[in-house]
């Protein structure tokens, strides 16, 4: 999975700052489902957050003990904060979410083998950080190609619209 870090030059409509976008989880899974979910976070990897580094390759969520948890989110280390010993930059990272949401993605992580992967991470108004994440399947190599193709056939008919004017 591939992650763009962005910082503040990228903004979502309703004004919130996006982070990181996991650009290749769409082509890789089919999303059923998306949730939005805080993050529990010491200040140390807020700090690196709000200097826009950051990524979500790789990432995914892990039920465990009735909570769901983000594993392999890589915040680098804030340099300014080493005296704090900073924190671990791969370490998991607790997903702040309803209990029957929880629940819900437990059993379909469970029972049906489907996996949630977070979407993009991004701060709100209120300088709060939020992952969205997606209830989702992997998808086959057909379907990859056929994602594939819709793009180009989308891309050549955009083009060929603005050609003829």
Same mark, same amino acid.
Do not use: C, Q, W
């Given at each position: 999975?591939? *992650?763009? *870090?962005?910082? &503040?030059? +990228?903004?979502l409509s309703d004004g919130s700052k996006i982070i990181a976008d996991n650009r290749k989880a769409r082509f890789n899974y *089919?999303?059923?489902e998306t949730f939005e979910a805080g993050l529990m976070l010491v200040g140390s990897e807020v700090k690196s957050l709000r200097a826009g580094q950051g990524s979500l390759n790789d990432a995914y969520a892990q039920a465990k003990d009735g909570e769901l948890?983000?594993?392999?989110?890589?915040i680098p280390s804030y340099l300014q904060a080493a005296h704090q010993q900073g924190? *671990?930059?791969r370490r998991p990272r607790k997903l702040l979410l309803h209990k029957r949401e929880i629940e819900k993605m437990s059993a379909a992580i469970t029972r049906q083998g489907m996996t949630v992967v977070p979407l993009k991470m991004y701060f709100t108004d209120k300088g709060r950080v939020?992952?969205?994440i997606?209830? &989702?399947q992997g998808k086959k190599m057909a379907d990859k190609r056929e994602t594939i193709k819709a793009r180009s056939w989308a891309r050549d008919k955009a083009r060929?619209? +603005?050609?003829?004017g």
């Open positions: 999975m591939s *992650s763009k *870090s962005g910082g &503040a030059k +990228r903004k *089919s999303i059923s948890f983000l594993v392999n989110l890589y924190h *671990s930059t939020k992952v969205e997606g209830l &989702a060929l619209l +603005r050609d003829k």
